[in-house]
T-cell receptor
């Protein structure tokens, strides 16, 4: 099956802990993105990568970090510096400018 | 700055036609996209306009006027399953998507 997988679906974290969200794709897309969505809101871009070993900050990068060591993988680490990390996190990919595909998302809750 | 404006909610009945408007203000514009998101799910792509005019895909159509920084999504023959949130998104440099806040569409019987 072609697509984007994100794991885990639900994640609980204690305050002060770092946590890494996984995103894997087999669509052979060069570009990958991480978004955050809060209830009743649109998606906000955290980080994006257009090619392996390169990535750029989005609009709300503070408190987050990423890596892009492989084309298929773009993990997101939510660090303890992120003051309000409870949200729905979506990973996206794009093979062209006009369409993005999204994974099923990870719901992160800080206890 | 960059911003997109769309109505927060719209209600319509089955079989009707509804139009969701989107106005935008951005630096760097490569097109306007529309996405549908059902509760608890991921957004799915509906349409894309890079040039002025109307794009039709089945029951859904999307329009863009770059001179007015305005677009809309038109949904025809509404069905209950169309109840969802609809987001307009401007495509910026590097394929970045800048999303609006979303319009919650409720379709009533």
């Amino acid at each position: 099956d072609g697509g984007i997988t994100q794991s885990p679906k639900y994640l609980f974290r204690k305050e002060g802990q770092n946590v890494t969200l996984s995103c894997e794709q087999n669509l052979n897309h060069d570009a990958m993105y991480w978004y955050r969505q809060d209830p009743g809101q649109g998606l906000r871009l955290i980080y994006y990568s257009q090619i392996v070993n390169d990535f750029q900050k989005g609009d709300i990068a503070e408190g987050y970090s990423v890596s892009r060591e492989k084309k298929e993988s773009f993990p997101l680490t939510v660090t303890s510096a992120q003051k309000n990390p409870t949200a729905f996190y979506l990973c996206g990919t794009s093979g062209s400018y006009n369409e993005q595909f999204f994974g099923p998302g990870t719901r992160l809750t800080v206890l | 700055g960059q911003s997109l404006e769309q109505p927060s909610e719209v209600t319509a009945v089955e079989g009707a036609i509804v139009q969701i408007n989107c106005t935008y203000q951005t630096s760097g514009f490569y097109g306007l996209s529309w996405y549908q998101q059902h509760d608890g799910g991921a957004p799915t792509f509906l349409s894309y306009n890079a040039l002025d005019g109307l794009e039709e895909t089945g029951r859904f159509s999307s329009f863009l006027s770059r001179s007015d920084s305005y677009g809309y999504l038109l949904l025809q023959e509404l069905q209950m399953k169309d109840s969802a949130s609809y987001f307009c998104a401007v495509i910026g440099q590097g394929g970045k998507l800048i999303f609006g806040q979303g319009t919650e569409l409720s379709v009533k019987p």
